[in-house]
């Protein structure tokens, strides 16, 4: 009896399972991009006119693993003109596969944006929780990358982590405290984004496309509230949603570019993880 039980059990999952990846594809194919769309236009006239787009990360994978989603859309939306900026400050070479991750790196960043001007910096600070790296240095190193000087009326985009990076990575959280001086140095041309590492939630750094489309639902569906779409926040908060062929091919970057790190608890990732389908970015005034 007890076996039977739990071959119900499964198989219940099971169909749980395929129904909310049912209503994640249908969702795709209109909801999803509206949803998106909506948040990218208004954060796209909040900057001006765009100059350039620079994602500021700690290690090869970061720009997968954490922003797809924001690259992807974005990538859509701005103008193909637009140059793409990838500055990694470490080659990830902390167990001595550096030249290899640098090159899948560069590979991923061709799959993701192809058709797209970009270019990938790989600075030379060391990998690991226990490297300390100087924020002096960085700073200057991003200067030299991003252009200070614009014709008016321009920004740069900057995106990084959040103060408290993912997983509350030392290296992480390097990134947003260089990323913010160079903010502060340069407001007026520059308009910070930080991801949010849903530091402390794990339930919700590990609810994976669920709870977003259950909040999307309810957006649309609910009687007593407003139909529009649109979660972007007065205070500067914006939801940016992958759809069903956007993670598909954030996936296939990570499984054809960075080889080197498909162990079996990456799978785990890219099934549970948040971060691969949805990212909450906060715009710093």
Same mark, same amino acid.
């Given at each position: 009896?007890?076996?039977?039980?739990?071959?119900?059990i499964i198989y219940k999952i099971t169909k749980l399972t395929l129904l909310i990846w049912i209503t994640y594809i249908i969702l795709s194919t209109t909801k999803i991009p509206n949803f998106t769309t909506e948040n990218?236009?208004?954060?796209?006239?909040?900057?001006?006119?765009?100059?350039?787009?620079?994602?500021v990360i700690a290690h090869p994978d970061d720009e997968v693993m954490f922003f797809a989603p924001t690259l992807l859309n974005l990538n859509e939306m701005v103008p193909k003109d637009v140059s793409f900026n990838?500055?990694? /400050?470490?080659?990830?070479?902390a167990e001595g596969l550096g030249d290899i991750r640098a090159l899948e790196l560069q590979h991923s960043i061709k799959l993701l944006l192809s058709q797209?001007?970009?270019?990938?910096?790989?600075?030379?600070?060391?990998?690991?929780?226990?490297?300390?790296?100087?924020?002096?240095?960085?700073?200057?190193?991003?200067n030299n990358i991003i252009p200070t000087s614009l014709p008016k009326g321009r920004q740069n985009i900057v995106l990084t982590f959040d103060k408290d990076g993912v997983s509350n990575h030392i290296n992480h959280k390097k990134c947003f405290e260089v990323a913010s001086k160079y903010h502060s140095n340069n407001m007026k041309s520059t308009l910070l984004l930080t991801l949010n590492s849903y530091h402390n939630n794990i339930l919700l750094k590990y609810s994976s496309f669920g709870w977003e489309c259950?909040?999307?639902l309810n957006k649309l569906y609910n009687p007593f509230i407003s139909k529009q779409v649109s979660p972007f926040k007065s205070n500067g908060h914006f939801t940016v949603f992958s759809? /069903?062929?956007q993670y598909i091919l954030s996936l296939s970057s990570m499984l054809n570019a960075h080889k080197s790190q498909m162990v079996w608890y990456r799978y785990f990732w890219w099934v549970m993880s948040r971060f691969v389908f949805v990212n909450n970015i906060k715009i710093v005034n």
């Amino acid at each position: 009896m007890a076996r039977l039980d739990c071959s119900k059990i499964i198989y219940k999952i099971t169909k749980l399972t395929l129904l909310i990846w049912i209503t994640y594809i249908i969702l795709s194919t209109t909801k999803i991009p509206n949803f998106t769309t909506e948040n990218l236009q208004r954060l796209i006239v909040k900057s001006n006119k765009i100059h350039s787009v620079t994602l500021v990360i700690a290690h090869p994978d970061d720009e997968v693993m954490f922003f797809a989603p924001t690259l992807l859309n974005l990538n859509e939306m701005v103008p193909k003109d637009v140059s793409f900026n990838v500055v990694c /400050y470490s080659n990830g070479d902390a167990e001595g596969l550096g030249d290899i991750r640098a090159l899948e790196l560069q590979h991923s960043i061709k799959l993701l944006l192809s058709q797209r001007i970009t270019n990938t910096t790989i600075l030379d600070h060391k990998d690991g929780m226990d490297e300390v790296w100087d924020a002096g240095k960085m700073l200057s190193q991003l200067n030299n990358i991003i252009p200070t000087s614009l014709p008016k009326g321009r920004q740069n985009i900057v995106l990084t982590f959040d103060k408290d990076g993912v997983s509350n990575h030392i290296n992480h959280k390097k990134c947003f405290e260089v990323a913010s001086k160079y903010h502060s140095n340069n407001m007026k041309s520059t308009l910070l984004l930080t991801l949010n590492s849903y530091h402390n939630n794990i339930l919700l750094k590990y609810s994976s496309f669920g709870w977003e489309c259950l909040k999307l639902l309810n957006k649309l569906y609910n009687p007593f509230i407003s139909k529009q779409v649109s979660p972007f926040k007065s205070n500067g908060h914006f939801t940016v949603f992958s759809t /069903y062929p956007q993670y598909i091919l954030s996936l296939s970057s990570m499984l054809n570019a960075h080889k080197s790190q498909m162990v079996w608890y990456r799978y785990f990732w890219w099934v549970m993880s948040r971060f691969v389908f949805v990212n909450n970015i906060k715009i710093v005034n």
